[in-house]
């Protein structure tokens, strides 16, 4: 098993940065790809971006590339979501997730979830 904790959300203004963290504890070698998806009321979970462990290559969502970055900290088994130019229509609980499979691309392949972490972008 696998558990990942989220923590770094919060309430920021329009244009403000934010980054989020993502602790993995347990069986941390199983995991092949970590990502980041978010949920905004009233929609559907959305992916922001992924990691593969094994390259470290990532893999952004079109309309969030410009502005997150996912990066990994091996040393403490943390992954991150740097978010910049934060925009209202980025309030959402955010997840952190990872995948025991490979190629793990889309929600329902990943098989381990966090609690998610609230963040609100408004004035």
């Known amino acids: 098993q696998v558990q990942l904790v989220e923590s770094g959300g919060g309430l920021v203004k329009p244009g403000d940065s934010l980054r989020l963290s993502c602790t993995a504890s347990g069986r941390t070698r199983d995991i092949l790809n970590m990502g980041w998806f978010r949920q905004a009321p009233g929609k559907e979970r959305e992916r922001v971006g992924i990691i593969v462990l094994s390259t470290l290559q990532t893999y952004y969502r079109n309309s969030m590339q410009r502005r997150f970055t996912i990066s990994k900290d091996d040393s403490h088994d943390t992954l991150y979501l740097q978010m910049n130019s934060l925009e209202p229509e980025d309030t959402a609980v955010y997840y952190c997730?990872?995948?025991?499979?490979?190629?793990?691309?889309?929600?329902?392949?990943?098989?381990?979830w966090g609690q998610g972490t609230q963040v609100i972008v408004s004035s």
């Open positions: 997730a990872a995948a025991s499979g490979s190629g793990a691309v889309y929600a329902n392949e990943f098989n381990y």
